[in-house]
């Protein structure tokens, strides 16, 4: 769940980009900057110092954007966590932006780890599966983890689905030992 101080943020950026659909191709620029700033620690540390004035960081900043060729609107967001000294949260304000446009939209993430790399016809499968269950649109993101030996687990918030071998060995042991 993000941060309650991200709400502000988030409405400001929907409210200007004009469209869900125009706040979301800011995201890999967003994404860029905050993949930068997060493999490089004295980014991360110049940013977060307060002893730093101000101006050598909002320098700071817009080489990194120009570098990067970040979109003006998003360059305006930086400036504006940078202000109000929230640059070192932006994963959590990119995070928010993503999950503000997931429940305009009626989208839900799943995570599946799957024993062996599923065939994108299988995943698809899956994916409608899943979209039947909750009835809503379902952005699958898959793993590959084999220890479940065989089958797959799917979590989709709270809710976790396991039809994996691993599991089921399990069950099967349990009733054998006369575990409840």
Known sequence: MAAGFTKPYVDALLAVAG????????????????????????????????????????????????????????????????????????????????????????????HLRAARPLADAEAEEIRKSLEGRTRRTVRLRTETDPALLGGFVVRIGSEVYDASLATGLARVRAALHGEN
């Open 19 to 110: 469209s869900a659909g125009a706040a979301a191709a800011l995201l890999p620029d967003l994404d860029a900057v905050a993949r930068t700033l997060g493999t490089s620690p004295e980014l991360r540390e110049l940013f977060r110092n307060p002893a730093v004035e101000r101006t050598r960081k909002a320098d700071l900043l817009g080489a990194v954007t120009a570098k990067l060729g970040t979109a003006p609107l998003a360059v305006r967001l930086l400036q504006v966590l940078l202000v109000n000294r929230r640059l070192p949260h932006l994963d959590e304000v990119i995070a928010a932006v993503r999950g503000r446009l997931d429940r305009d939209e009626n989208v839900v993430e799943a």
